[in-house]
């Protein structure tokens, strides 16, 4: 089947430092990686879109210098969060996809100190 | 613009009763929509599913959902609750063609003995 791990599954950086979570697809090809954010006790919101063979698209408000995005295979994706502070707390997520369906992985809860 | 509304924010219900979770979308075309639930510390998990074809589609641990293209909903069912239902809920939808998943804000249930 279609799985897709998240590492790590949690993670605390201290406010100021970086943080890279990674995004792995087992079963499938992940032609597109979508990376989203869960703040405390809001929904998801959309970071960023990987598509192979396509730029990498950011959502407003979020941009590649405090989110570079990394996709170098049909099953990899990594995402560093650059400079963090508090407002970066929540739960990362990463949905990969092939033609079809979107998977999504467990996440990476980020505590910032 | 897409948009997702889940009006309530909060649904509390009885062990055994039933259960309507409701959702709105905002879109031109006939999106793919989607329930997931998150439990408490967790990612997300696929409850079911709509891309075409009857509008009734059934899910996991006895969901259902029905999509209303005049009303713009896809409302989540189920018959009879279980303690174990206790989450947060999610409707989103993807967009024809595109990698996109637009997140409502949530409902968090509560079954209650």
């Known amino acids: 089947g279609a799985l897709v791990y998240q590492y790590p599954r949690r993670t605390i950086c201290k406010s100021g430092t970086s943080m890279r979570m990674e995004c792995q697809a087992v079963?499938?090809?992940?032609?597109?990686v979508a990376w989203y954010r869960q703040s405390p006790q809001k929904t998801f919101e959309l970071i960023a879109l990987?598509?192979?063979?396509?730029?990498?698209?950011?959502e407003q408000n979020f941009t590649q210098e405090k989110f570079p995005i990394s996709h170098p295979n049909l099953s990899f994706s990594s995402m560093t969060v650059l400079n963090a502070y508090l407002e970066d707390r929540g739960l990362y997520l990463c949905?990969?996809?092939?033609?079809?369906?979107?998977?999504f992985g467990p996440g990476t809860r980020l505590t910032v100190l | 613009a897409q948009s997702v509304t889940q009006p309530d924010a909060r649904v509390t219900v009885s062990e055994g009763a039933s259960l309507q979770l409701r959702c709105k979308y905002s879109?031109?075309?006939?999106?793919?929509l989607f329930w997931y639930v998150q439990y408490p510390r967790q990612g997300l998990q696929l409850l079911l599913k709509?891309?075409?074809?009857?509008?009734v589609v059934q899910g996991v641990n006895s969901f259902e959902a029905e999509f209303s293209k005049s009303n713009s909903s896809f409302h989540l069912q189920k018959a009879s609750v279980h303690w174990s239902d206790s989450a947060v809920y999610f409707c989103?939808?993807?967009?024809?063609?595109?990698?996109?998943?637009?997140f409502g804000a949530g409902t968090r249930l509560k079954v209650i003995a």
């Open positions: 949905g990969a996809r092939d033609r079809g369906e979107q998977y």
């Open positions: 990987s598509t192979v063979n396509s730029a990498i698209k950011y």
């Open positions: 709509y891309y075409s074809g009857d509008p």
């Open positions: 879109y031109s075309a006939t999106p793919y």
């Open positions: 989103a939808l993807s967009m024809t063609g595109n990698y996109k998943y637009v």
């Open positions: 079963g499938f090809q992940a032609t597109s």
